[in-house]
């Protein structure tokens, strides 16, 4: 079963706090994991991507992944306005003979209160 | 991403009218995929095609047909199209090269409604 879940949200915060966006996954031979961010009306934007367990870091974002567990998360530091949008996770499946399959999730919408 | 470019950006059509919708890019990848997004139900695979000689089915292929005619254009084709393909379809590119699986980079997107 291929499945990547998100909670649709939408998730609010103050202006200046961390938003923490969390993502699960089925498949335990998922190996690949990215983030997308979505303004409304445009095409995703790739944030980040995290390979191994741990912590990624770029600037504001960190990507969390937690592979025992099956998730990976995303947390936006100092959240500003302009970072309201709908957060899609997605998740590449092990590779095999039937080649890659990237799985989105539904996304979270995120909004951040002035 | 202006590297990614599809064509039309908007659509409006009836039901029964053959459809194409057109992807260039210009970032030098080699592979390429079409997506269409629904509202509650994210972003799904119609088709992807990782050479000009390879396309393979995706989630939702049914109803849809592609063509790869150059490492640069992937088109999409409805060849009877149906209200329920009322969809904003995207295309998306990744190159095949380097460490581990390499992101998705996605056009602008067309927005198709079918009457």
């Known amino acids: 079963q291929k499945e990547v879940e998100q909670n649709s949200g939408p998730l609010s915060v103050p202006e200046g706090a961390i938003a923490s966006l969390n993502c699960t996954y089925s498949d335990r031979g998922s190996q690949s994991f990215f983030w997308y961010r979505q303004y409304s009306g445009k095409s995703p934007e790739l944030i980040m991507f995290i390979y191994s367990n741990g912590d990624k870091e770029d600037g504001r974002f960190t990507a969390q992944l937690n592979k025992a567990s099956q998730y990976v998360s995303l947390l936006i530091r100092d959240s500003q306005p302009s970072d309201s949008a709908t957060y899609l996770c997605?998740?590449?499946?092990?590779?095999?003979?039937?080649?890659?399959?990237?799985?989105f999730g539904p996304g979270t919408r995120l909004s951040v209160l002035p | 991403d202006a590297d990614v470019t599809q064509t039309p950006r908007n659509r409006i059509t009836k039901t029964g009218k053959r459809i194409m919708l057109e992807c260039s890019q210009t970032k030098g990848h080699d592979r390429m995929y079409w997506y269409r997004q629904d509202p509650g139900l994210g972003l799904r695979l119609i088709y992807y095609?990782?050479?000009?000689?390879?396309?393979n089915k995706g989630e939702i292929s049914d109803g849809y047909s592609v063509s790869r005619q150059a490492q640069a254009k992937f088109s999409l084709s409805l060849e009877s199209a149906i209200p329920n393909q009322t969809a904003l379809y995207f295309c998306?590119?990744?190159?095949?090269?380097?460490?581990?699986?390499?992101?998705?980079?996605f056009g602008d997107g067309t927005r198709l409604s079918i009457l």
């Open positions: 095609s990782f050479d000009v000689k390879d396309i």
């Open positions: 997605a998740v590449n499946l092990h590779w095999d003979n039937y080649g890659q399959n990237f799985v």
């Open positions: 998306a590119t990744s190159s095949s090269e380097g460490m581990g699986d390499q992101p998705q980079h």
